[in-house]
């Protein structure tokens, strides 16, 4: 397993930044880019069609773009030496503890995209993720090992069943399981001593989430910590979700409004 950071374009980093800036996009998603640049106008941007949103927004971040420069190089310097020199020699191990496979084969392509957007997207096919560039190194840190934690689950989930990699994007339920697991294989295991966690390591909803009495990292660590192996678990994570399917889903969309 091998990370590499360095800078994402501006290009790229506008495009995914507008995608949570659509009419349709739930208010919790929208309002991110706003609180982590104060200077955007939110209560504007509501008056505005989704066309002038769009070119609002582009003309402002690229003025933020050029004045963060030099912040961006620092934090890629930065991140890309606190990593080589804190985790990197101990991702194999962890992550092969956590999975229950061997890890040093898989994975050594990774590339940390260092941005504008406080939304952190990731590409589970060409191993990509964003990290904002105005993080702590403590979270760019426990940033990469949240991305990272979802490549190595899709890896050995498609060795397992064998699917669609579209199915392992928004909105599907794999995706959403994924977003679920990642809290428990973490808090749980080796990675958690890699870098200082978060509060919320999943989407912060999640936590106050129940389904049946239970909370929904409670269900989870039972079955992470009973599993015969990784596939046990995600065979007994995933019949849970489809079988709460509707529920978790109607519990998210009043969360995100």
């Known amino acids: 397993m091998h990370l590499i950071w360095q800078q994402k374009d501006f290009d790229s980093d506008i495009d995914f930044i507008l995608f949570h800036q659509r009419d349709n996009t739930p208010e919790w998603w929208r309002r991110q880019l706003f609180n982590a640049y104060p200077e955007l106008d939110y209560e504007y941007t509501k008056s505005l069609s989704e066309t002038n949103r769009f070119k609002y927004i582009t003309e402002q971040m690229r003025v933020q773009s050029q004045k ?3 912040v961006i190089k620092k934090s890629i310097n930065t991140f890309q030496t606190n990593w080589d020199t804190i985790i990197a020699d101990k991702l194999n191990a962890a992550y092969g503890s956590a999975f229950d496979n061997d890890c040093t084969n898989i994975l050594n392509d990774m590339v940390a995209m260092v941005g504008l957007n406080p939304i952190c997207p990731r590409d589970i096919e060409h191993h990509c993720f964003d990290i904002y560039h105005y993080f702590e190194t403590k979270w760019a840190m426990a940033t990469a090992l949240h991305e990272i934690t979802h490549f190595a689950w899709f890896t050995f989930w498609q060795k397992h069943f ?5 199915e392992y994007d928004a909105p599907h339920l794999k995706w959403l399981l994924s977003e679920i697991v990642v809290e428990t294989i973490i808090r749980n295991s080796d990675l958690v001593a890699l870098a200082e966690q978060p ?7 999640f936590y106050n989430m129940t389904i049946n009495d239970e909370p929904i990292f409670d269900t989870m660590k039972r079955f992470y910590i009973e599993r015969k192996d990784i596939y046990d678990f995600m065979e007994r994570s995933y019949a849970w979700i489809k079988g709460n399917e509707s529920e978790l889903r109607a519990k998210i969309s009043e969360a995100e409004k």
């Open 162 to 166: 064998h699917d669609d990699l579209s």
């Open 199 to 205: 509060k919320y390591i999943a989407y912060s909803y």
């Open 68 to 70: 963060r420069q030099n």
